[in-house]
């Protein structure tokens, strides 16, 4: 499937529907041009009720004026939170392709998302659904508070609070989200940034967008990762304001 054919793929199933932040589409901005991938990427979020439609493309590395016509490698959508409509719109596009359940399982292996994917000749087309239903298994108190106290120890390493954000994430409640914002507010850290963005935690952008404003130009996949998660954050914000 050419980028042409994929991008009029998803104006057909989300044609109406209103785009809650800018499309993030790196030919376009000289300052992803030295990122080092063979491949160019591009998001959209679309944003209605209580959810997001998040849509990655990806396609080859070419120059920019050939993009049209190169083969989108990959067309995934993310769904976050809850909106039946985005999820009717968001599976629009895995008709009338082949099944490939072991291009989901060769990539992600079982993670525990649910996820649908579809062949159109080298395109695979996934419908990812983030947020699981129903209530999340809260922590016993001493775990929990062990983990915090991880985050909130001057002494601990990148590494510990790494693993103490991933730990914590396994319970998604009011508690959790509180101390991974205080994390964020106190110091940089991308995992809690990308868990609070899934969870539309929009008290999360400042400092998302502080962090952002600190990252060097000759750090474009740090520029990208951020700037990515903070027009997810306006993609929330877009539903509450």
């Known amino acids: 499937?050419?980028?042409?054919?994929a991008q009029a793929l998803l104006e057909r199933c989300f044609g109406g529907v209103r785009e809650g932040a800018p499309r993030l589409r790196e030919p376009d901005d000289a300052?992803?041009?030295l990122r080092p991938s063979a491949v160019w990427l591009e998001y959209r979020w679309y944003a209605?009720?209580?959810g997001l439609a998040e849509v990655f493309l990806k396609w080859g590395r070419v120059p920019a004026e050939q993009s049209a016509g190169a083969e989108a490698t990959v067309l995934r959508i993310h769904l976050l939170?809850?909106?039946p409509e985005l999820s009717v719109r968001a599976h629009r596009i895995l008709e009338g392709g082949t099944p490939s359940r072991e291009r989901i399982l060769d990539l992600f292996g079982d993670d525990g998302v649910r996820r649908e994917c579809v062949a159109f000749g080298r395109t695979s087309a996934t419908v990812e659904q983030w947020e699981l239903p129903g209530p999340s298994p809260l922590l016993e108190d001493a775990r929990f508070e062990a983990l915090t106290s991880t985050l909130e120890d001057a002494d601990s390493t990148n590494e510990e609070r790494h693993e103490a954000v991933q730990r914590l994430a396994a319970e998604r409640s009011p508690?959790?989200?509180?101390?991974?914002?205080?994390?964020?507010?106190?110091?940089?850290?991308?995992?809690?940034?990308?868990i609070l963005s899934e969870w539309g935690e929009v008290r999360a952008r400042p400092a998302l967008q502080r962090d952002l404003a600190a990252v060097?130009?000759?750090?474009?996949?740090?520029?990208?990762?951020?700037?990515a998660l903070d027009r997810r954050l306006e993609a929330w914000q877009s539903l509450v304001t």
């Open 216 to 227: 060097r130009p000759d750090n474009p996949a740090d520029l990208w990762a951020l700037t």
């Open 1 to 5: 499937m050419k980028l042409s054919d």
């Open 175 to 194: 508690r959790v989200a509180e101390a991974l914002v205080a994390l964020v507010t106190r110091r940089p850290s991308l995992m809690a940034l990308r």
């Open 31 to 33: 300052r992803f041009a």
């Open 81 to 83: 939170g809850a909106s």
């Open 48 to 50: 209605q009720e209580r």
